[in-house]
């Protein structure tokens, strides 16, 4: 058996680099925390905010006025600050 090594590289203007190694990347945090849901079920979830609460039987999960808080903007004008981007070549600033 014959094992290849492969590197992959990146041109960034005239320089040719080495992209890092999979082991060497740093996982982000992610928002979702690890969990994942079907396409049914997240519509399910939609409904419960556009049906004021109330699930599909019509049994009130949550009140109307927690939606009411739910949905409230709570950080009226707040303006984010250019984030800048970490790694140029993969990424943009944000906002």
Known sequence: MVWIEWNAHIKIGDNLLQRPKPEQIIQPEEGHGGLSSTARDYAKFMRLYLKSGAVDSGENLLSPET?????????????????????????????
């Open 67 to 95: 939606i009411k808080l739910i949905t409230t903007n709570s950080i009226e004008s707040l303006k984010a600050e250019l984030q800048p981007e970490a790694m140029p070549n993969l990424s943009k600033a944000f906002p």
